[in-house]
C-alpha cells in the first residue's frame, strides 16, 4: 500500500517548479492530486503527465487540473468544490502558489506599488483564502493536513527582495496562528520553508551565477538545492507520520538559516 492512498491532495501553484515536483510526489505515492493553477496549459500539462505515469507504472494516483486564482475567494471555493466532485473529499491542502517567478531584486524604495500589492495578494492573501475554502471539508472530517510554505528568506532576511521576504515572513506567521485556530478541529497545519532552491524561477531571479553560488555559499552544505532534496520534508509533514508536529516551520536549505 502507497504512502497516500485513498487521499486527495490539493496543492496550489503546481504548474511548475517546485508545485510540480511536490504534486507529482504526491502522486507518485498515491494520493489523487488536484493540480490548482492560475496558467490553464500548465495545469493540464502536469496532470497529464501524472496520469501518463501512473498508466506506465500500474501505480499512483488520479490528477486533475483545476485553474485557479488564489486571490479571488470564488475561485478558491471553486477549486474545493472540483476536487470533492471529483474524488469525494479533500485531505490535504499544500499552499504553494507564489509570485517569485519574473520579480526583480532592486532597492526597498523602488519596488513599483502595484508589484507589492500582487505579491501580498497571491503569497498572503492566497494562503489564507485557499485556507479559508478548505477549512469547512476539513473540520467536517476532524482531520487534515494544511502546509504552507514560507522560505528561508523569511529568517535569512537578504537584501533587495523585501516585498516577497515580508510576503513569507507573514505565511510564518500564519501559519502558527492557524495551527491554534484549526487544531481543535484536528487539522495540522505546518510550513515548509525551502532555501534557495535551483528551479527555473530562481535562474531567472538570479541570472548572473555568481549570485546563486554566493547564496550557495551561506549554506553548510555547499550544494545546490534542488527540488528533490526538498520533496521529502513535504511528504512527511502531508502524511499521518508527523500528526504531532504542528505550527511548526520545516526549513530546508543546507544550513543557510541555523534556527
Not at 505515469?53 to 471555493?77: K, N
Not at 487534515?144 to 515572513?169: D, E, F, M
Amino acid at each position: 500500500m502507497a504512502r497516500f492512498d485513498g487521499k486527495v491532495a490539493i496543492v496550489t501553484g503546481a504548474g511548475q517548479g517546485l508545485g510540480r515536483a511536490y504534486a507529482e510526489a504526491l502522486a507518485a505515492e498515491g494520493a489523487s492530486v488536484v493540480i490548482a493553477e492560475i496558467n490553464e496549459g500548465s495545469a493540464k500539462d502536469v496532470a497529464e503527465a501524472i496520469t501518463l505515469s501512473s498508466g506506465e507504472t500500474g501505480a499512483g494516483g488520479a490528477a486533475l487540473a483545476v485553474r485557479t486564482d488564489v486571490t479571488d475567494p470564488d475561485s478558491c471555493t471553486d477549486m474545493v468544490r472540483a476536487a470533492v466532485d471529483r474524488f469525494g473529499t479533500v485531505d490535504i491542502l499544500v499552499n504553494n502558489a507564489a509570485i517569485y517567478d519574473g520579480l526583480h531584486m532592486e532597492a526597498f524604495e523602488d519596488f513599483d506599488i502595484a508589484e507589492w500589492d500582487r505579491v501580498m495578494a497571491v503569497n498572503v492573501k492566497g494562503t489564507w483564502l485557499a485556507t479559508r475554502a478548505v477549512s469547512p471539508v476539513m473540520k467536517e472530517k476532524a482531520y487534515g493536513k494544511i502546509v504552507n510554505v514560507s522560505s528561508t528568506v523569511a529568517y535569512i532576511g537578504p537584501p533587495l527582495l523585501l516585498h516577497y521576504v515580508a510576503s513569507k515572513g507573514a505565511v510564518v506567521a500564519m501559519t502558527r496562528a492557524l495551527a491554534k485556530e484549526l487544531g481543535d478541529y484536528g487539522i495540522r497545519v505546518t510550513g515548509l520553508a525551502p532555501g534557495m532552491t535551483f528551479t527555473d524561477a530562481t535562474k531567472n531571479l538570479l541570472p548572473d551565477p555568481i549570485m546563486g553560488d554566493m547564496f550557495m555559499e551561506m549554506q553548510c552544505l555547499k550544494e545546490k538545492l534542488q527540488p528533490e532534496h526538498v520533496v521529502p520534508a513535504l511528504l512527511f509533514l502531508c502524511s499521518s507520520e508527523s500528526d504531532f508536529v504542528v505550527g511548526q516551520n520545516w526549513v530546508v536549505d543546507g544550513g543557510m538559516a541555523l534556527q
